[in-house]
């Protein structure tokens, strides 16, 4: 008992090992399915999933019985590639083929055989062997032939006249050889094209042609009468007697009719002729609307029916959606490797695959009414109502949302798919796709919904142009359908704007984005936000005015995002709505609260204004762009003013200065439009201090905050260029010029006591957001500026 308590101790604590070792591989396994990586995979397992079903041939209206003669309602394409029977064609092959057998006669050569071994017997014997001997010896034919006693002796006197002999040879025996049939009334309709006399001896055979060289009966018997009647010496009368019960043997039909043989060569030749197919290509019409139905669109309807029953609905689905699978992946992998703006994250790759699906199946559903209605609509062909569809929706709204790349990438997916659907033809992929971009394109940057309108009609206008040259490409410019076809694809621009105009706002809500249309809308200073800034922080809201000016400046000149970095800029400062009176642009006279606190603190606070901010853009559904860049418009620069007043005070014995902790958390600016928010803020921000603020002065303060910035290293990941700054900083001198320009100074009065100037003029009040502000001096010219950004 004391040895099975160890063994069960030990027992529990493997198992309790062994739960614990899988529980910590579960967990793994958990942990490994929420990577960004393995979720983007199984959306794109996901989406081919669905597209796959809503392209699957199965997913498809059962077709109508048509009977033959009757009207099409409605129009049929073909699902899939087919190879249908040509029922008629193969039968009319199968018939001639069978007509064109010669009907087989058998000849049976066995009495012109036993003939001319009964001449060649008589012949060779000698004439004094007795009858006996001859019947014993000879040919059969001398036993069978029916010769009475009396007769055989006549011939055995005679020792078979020559003449007897010749008329065996000369007049019989070739009637016989040439062949006899019973009578060629009997030969049948056929014969005309010929016959095949077959040897049953030698198996071989001839052909014979009208006229034949064979008689029947009674042509045999009449030429036998003639030609004895030419024997010279005649026959006697016993001779000619026996003579003629002998040919009256011979002469029977040896030319016998072989219908197994001719039936059977009948056969092998039907099945010898191969089976007549006609080729229809995925897509193609089989019945047209208001056409009357044939058996051959009989015959091709039920052939598709037969494939689509017949097929293997397994293979098919799993064949379909591994190419989908693998044209997306393929596609993907391409693009966010060698496309360098298409770094899709999660929420971006949700919306991605959400639209295209959502667009093929409103195009499934659009191409599965058209075919219920089926004939005409409204004196509309259906055909025509395919290109009413706004299909450029899809592209026109992925531009909006992210950009222009991934809409490039949607438009090939979505025209790809679409063409699919409508039975693989490549004109609606062409037409599909030209409309997409031209929508993308126009929508770009779009600052007013009046654009999308406007970008309406340009799809509208191609998908006339696209129809238009279609039909002259395939020589029918003005066939019945060309206009109805024009109209739609016009109207279907038109729609796809209003789809647009009606889907974004579900879309940012759904998927939390910001568009030019919601930048719109937040750019409007009436903004409850805007309206407490105003109200608790006057001074940042006028600097942050003055900053978007600036930026959508700065913005245009570059190619940037106007909209976006003007209301970006708008709000970028909203956090130090928590604690206004802790930057000078908000004190208005009032004491410094940062001269009762410590520098490391005083540099908390003013670093806090941009959590607070970023806390109060997602409270206030703000957006990501937004969001984004009030987070990185200081990114990891240093809070200059109270780094030097703690390095004043800094005992580096024991207590030394950690720079890193008086710099603002970051990143860095990821965008441009962040990049530019940065420059614009510092550099507004030092032009306060410009006590003189001349054009030569304002340009030296903008070359030395830009490059400052620059050497820090906090344009990195911007991808703004040396050739962006230098127009920056010249969009940003031209604005400024104009804030401060010079003005008339006017009588102040008698006063005797000089106008003091500002002690801190060359201080930085907005420190908080530069670079030391400490110009060079020069023993000239007084005040040196630094180099243009990127030279020391």
Known sequence: MAQVKPSLKKLFSELSWLSKKNGARSRSGWSRLKTPSVQNWMTGLLLALILTFLLSPSLQLPLKDYQVGEIATKEIKSTQDLLVEDERSTLERRVNAEAAVLSVYDYDPTTALDLEALVTFWETEERKTDLATKKRNGSDLLARLPLEPREW??????????????????????????????????????????????????????????????????????????????????????????????????????????????????????????????????????????????????????????????GHRVSVFLGLGLLTFLFLAGLFQFSVKNIRKIALSRKDILFFASTLAGNIALLKLFQTMTDILGGEFLSIPSTSYYYLFPIAAGA????????????????????YFSAFIMGNQLFFFIFSFVGSVIGAHKVAQCEQRSKLIE??????????????????????????????????????????????????????????????????????????????LV????????????????????????????????????????GKLKKPLYFIENMAGIENKHDHLSPSMSSLILASHVKDGVELARENHLGERITNIIQQHHGTSLISYFYQKAKEIEDPETNPLDENDFRYPGPKPQTREAGIVMLADAVEAASRTLSDPSPSRIK?????????????????????????LHKIEESFVRILTAIFHQRIEYPTGSSSEPTRKRGDEDLDPKSAKTLPFRPKKNSKNGAKDLDRPGVM
């Open 153 to 310: 002796a006549i011939l055995e006197k005679a020792r078979f006249n020559p003449s007897f002999r010749e008329a065996l040879f000369e007049v019989l025996l070739p009637i016989v050889r040439n062949g006899i049939v019973l009578d060629k009334d009997l030969l049948g309709p056929e014969s005309t094209k010929g016959i095949v006399l077959r040897n049953i001896k030698t198996r071989q055979e001839k052909r014979e042609v009208p006229p034949f060289s064979f008689l029947d009966l009674k042509e045999a018997r009449s030429k036998l009468r003639a030609q004895m009647a030419l024997l010279s010496p005649p026959l006697g009368k016993e001779s000619l007697s026996i003579f003629l019960k002998v040919a009256g043997y011979c002469l029977r039909p040896n030319l016998t009719f072989n219908k197994d043989e001719t039936e059977e060569r009948k056969a092998n030749a039907r099945r010898s002729v191969n089976t007549v197919y006609f080729q229809i290509k995925r897509g193609d019409v089989i019945l047209r609307a208001g056409e009357r139905v044939r058996e051959d669109h009989v015959s091709k309807m039920r052939a598709l029916k037969e494939a689509q029953k017949k």
């Open 455 to 532: 970008a309406g009609l340009h799809v509208g206008s191609i998908n006339l142009l696209v129809i238009l040259a279609y039909n002259l490409i395939t020589g029918n410019p003005f066939r019945m359908t060309l206009l109805s076809d024009m109209i739609m694809g016009f109207t279907g621009g038109i729609l796809a704007s209003f789809l647009v105009l009606g889907t974004a706002p579900i879309v940012e809500s759904l998927f939390g984005y910001t568009t030019d249309i919601k930048l719109l809308e937040l750019a409007n200073m009436e903004h409850p936000i805007l309206k407490d």
């Open 700 to 724: 030296g303060l903008v070359q030395r905050i830009t490059n400052g910035i620059f050497l820090d290293g906090q344009l990195e990941e911007c991808e703004l260029t040396l050739k962006d």
């Open 396 to 415: 026109m709204l992925v531009r909006i949302v992210i950009n222009s790349e991934v809409a490039i990438v949607f438009a090939i997916l979505s025209s």
């Open 535 to 574: 109200l608790q922080a006057p001074g940042t809201y006028h600097h942050s005015v003055v900053v978007g000016n600036l930026v959508e400046a700065a913005a245009k000149a570059i190619g940037a995002n106007p909209l976006l970095a003007r209301v970006s800029a708008y709000y970028h400062d909203i």
